[in-house]
């Protein structure tokens, strides 16, 4: 079993983060205002050299880091590949960051990568696999993980536990961490026509160390009805940001990060997305 005691990292500042683009780095450095700690996608970062590194390791001087895993497929029938790990842990090991986490998703198949993070069933079989790939990545990288809640367009037949249930009791076999993202919440009870409010108010919080808010785009399927569309390519919106003040409000100041990944803006308009997030956490109980 993966000793969480003896190999948890040190925690973010529960304060606003942002999602580190290179065209943002010497904003970062001259302008930094409240933005107090920086997150990175594991892929990028995983090469020998470089300007990338460089930049990430001058950064990390000055700001604690979350690293951010987009590909390691942890909810996929196929064991997770050994080499994508074996960088992982590399990574993991000269950046020593405070924090890792990855989706309740799967991304691979037959050998191929998707681009897209793909949800799952909720049941037992999966909910095995998933805390086997868990245990696996925290024994490899030697320190305690965080898993996302995903956003989803579809519910599956197979499924027997509430999404909730499902990572409450992936938490509890494998002493992993959540990573509450809100825009997601928001997203699917939007697709899956249910109370996103109550969605929060079921979550296990105290599990929680560290929550996303990010933009999505608004859509509609082949029967024209809503659908939304998780893309980080825009603003937060205002009723994402309702969501995320009754969660604070729950569970108290959390490290919070505005992803915007997509349509990446000037510094400014991010910067400003991370002050609102600050108001948000300093009016918050302790």
Sequence with gaps: MFDRVAHSPDRLPAAPGVGYKPKHFQDILDSPGTVSWLEIHAEN?????????????????????????VGMSVGGEAPLDPEHLARLKTLVEWLEPASFSEHLAWSTHEG?????????????????????????????????????????????SETTLTEIEFLTEIARRTECGLL??????????????????????????????????????EDADENGERLLIDNHASEVVDHVWKLYEHAIARGGPKPTLIEWDNDVPDWPVLAAEAHRAATVLEAAPA
Excluded: K, W
């Design 45 to 69: 970062y995983m090469g020998g050299g470089g300007r990338p590194l460089a930049q990430l390791r001058r950064l990390a001087e000055r700001f604690p880091i979350s690293v951010h895993g």
């Design 180 to 217: 509450l993202d809100v825009n997601n919440v928001f997203v699917s009870a939007a697709n899956q026509q249910t109370n996103a409010t109550d969605y929060i108010d079921d979550f296990p919080l105290h599990l929680v160390d560290e929550i996303h808010l990010g933009g999505h785009e």
């Design 112 to 156: 191929e990568f998707l681009n897209d993070l793909l949800p799952l069933p909720y049941n037992s079989e999966t909910l095995a696999r998933v805390c086997a790939h868990i245990d696996e990545i925290q024994s490899a990288i030697g320190r305690r993980m965080l898993l996302e809640n995903p956003s989803t367009y579809l519910a599956f």
